[in-house]
């Protein structure tokens, strides 16, 4: 959705997914099977050089879904799987990137062979690490979770280190949780409380 969203607006690929648009479908899948070859090749050439496989779709607003469970299956899910298959078939883990509220789609992900999501952004619907950790902390790792709209915008030092030693403590529970900011910091967060929380990680940020 993002990529053709910037070719012709988001609105005309929400309106092409509900209509079945077919030439929409095609534009998809001829920029899909470049990338696909394109991803191919890489993992061939760089065995054993390659950590993990990251793609993204946003899915979310801050409030719920920005489509249904229905049309993901319809028109995103087997796209997403054929390079989740890929990786598979080279023994390397995928993680992928999704903003807003979208842990609707995770049993979608895991079911897919996805390993770890990003970005756990906290302020969005059923996005609250602790919901996250409870509901797929077993089957997800998670990556991000960290806001950039709180206690680093508008807190202390004190107030942003409390909030990270939170986020800690219920996400590193049972392992799988890489720390990071739900998204690049933007400039109205404030530099000493990004300075502090880097500065305190290796502390706080490891069991033991």
């Given at each position: 959705?993002?990529?053709t969203?910037?070719?012709?607006?988001?609105?005309?690929?929400?309106?092409?997914?509900?209509?079945?648009?077919k030439?929409?479908?095609?534009?998809?899948?001829r920029?899909?099977?470049?990338?696909f070859?394109?991803m191919?090749?890489?993992?061939?050439?760089?065995?054993?050089?390659?950590?993990?496989?990251?793609?993204?779709?946003?899915?979310g607003?801050?409030?719920?879904?920005?489509?249904?469970?229905?049309?993901?299956?319809?028109?995103?899910?087997?796209?997403?799987?054929r390079?989740?298959d890929?990786?598979?078939?080279?023994?390397?883990?995928?993680m992928?990137?999704?903003?807003?509220?979208?842990?609707?789609?995770?049993?979608?992900?895991i079911d897919?062979?996805?390993?770890?999501?990003?970005t756990?952004q906290?302020?969005?619907?059923?996005?609250?690490?602790?919901?996250?950790k409870?509901?797929?902390?077993?089957r997800l790792?998670?990556?991000?979770?960290?806001s950039t709209?709180?206690?680093?915008v508008s807190?202390?030092?004190?107030?942003?280190?409390?909030?990270?030693?939170?986020?800690?403590?219920?996400?590193?529970d049972?392992?799988g949780?890489?720390?990071?900011?739900?998204h690049m910091?933007?400039?109205?967060?404030?530099l000493?409380?990004i300075?502090?929380?880097y500065a305190?990680?290796?502390?706080?940020?490891?069991?033991?």
């Amino acid at each position: 959705m993002n990529t053709t969203g910037m070719w012709c607006s988001m609105e005309k690929v929400y309106i092409a997914m509900a209509d079945k648009n077919k030439a929409w479908s095609r534009l998809v899948e001829r920029r899909l099977s470049i990338q696909f070859e394109q991803m191919e090749r890489s993992l061939e050439i760089l065995k054993g050089r390659i950590d993990f496989i990251w793609m993204g779709e946003d899915l979310g607003s801050q409030i719920g879904p920005l489509i249904s469970s229905e049309m993901y299956r319809r028109e995103i899910r087997d796209r997403h799987k054929r390079f989740v298959d890929l990786a598979s078939a080279f023994g390397i883990p995928v993680m992928i990137h999704s903003c807003g509220s979208s842990s609707w789609a995770f049993n979608d992900f895991i079911d897919m062979g996805i390993k770890a999501v990003d970005t756990s952004q906290p302020e969005a619907h059923d996005m609250d690490p602790a919901y996250l950790k409870a509901s797929y902390g077993n089957r997800l790792a998670f990556h991000g979770g960290f806001s950039t709209a709180g206690e680093v915008v508008s807190g202390s030092i004190e107030e942003t280190l409390k909030k990270v030693k939170t986020l800690l403590e219920i996400m590193m529970d049972g392992n799988g949780y890489l720390f990071s900011p739900t998204h690049m910091f933007q400039e109205d967060s404030r530099l000493e409380n990004i300075l502090a929380v880097y500065a305190a990680l290796p502390t706080i940020g490891r069991y033991g």
